[in-house]
């Protein structure tokens, strides 16, 4: 069993940054792909970045691919995403989500945590 926690959304200017964190409790978690995914109104959850349990790979959205970065810290069980340049289409409810083994999809995810709220005011 995993459980997941976000923290560190909340309202920022647009060209701002923030940086989410996802803390993790289990003792294998270690060996889980974990992801972040987000969700704005009216809109179907969306991928925006993944990372191997090894933080060897990876990989991230179109939408975000040079402005977010994606990390993990295995020894402290938490996964980090650090956004710049946000834009007012960031806005959403970010989730982090973890997959065991070396791939991460919304439709297979194992566990997802409860969501913390990023909004971009333009």
């Known amino acids: 069993q995993v459980q997941l926690v976000e923290s560190g959304g909340g309202l920022v200017q647009a060209g701002g940054s923030l940086r989410l964190s996802c803390a993790a409790s289990g003792r294998t978690f270690s060996r889980y792909t974990m992801g972040w995914f987000r969700q704005a109104p009216g809109k179907e959850r969306e991928f925006v970045a993944a990372v191997t349990w090894s933080a060897t790979t990876t990989w991230y959205a179109g939408s975000v691919k040079g402005r977010f970065t994606i990390s993990r810290d295995n020894a402290k069980n938490t996964m980090y995403l650090q956004m710049t340049s946000l834009k007012p289409e960031d806005t959403a409810v970010y989730y982090c989500?973890?997959?065991?083994?070396?791939?991460?999809?919304?439709?297979?995810?194992?566990?997802w945590g409860q969501g913390t709220q990023v909004t971009v005011s333009s």
């Open positions: 989500a973890a997959e065991w083994g070396v791939k991460i999809a919304s439709t297979t995810v194992d566990y």
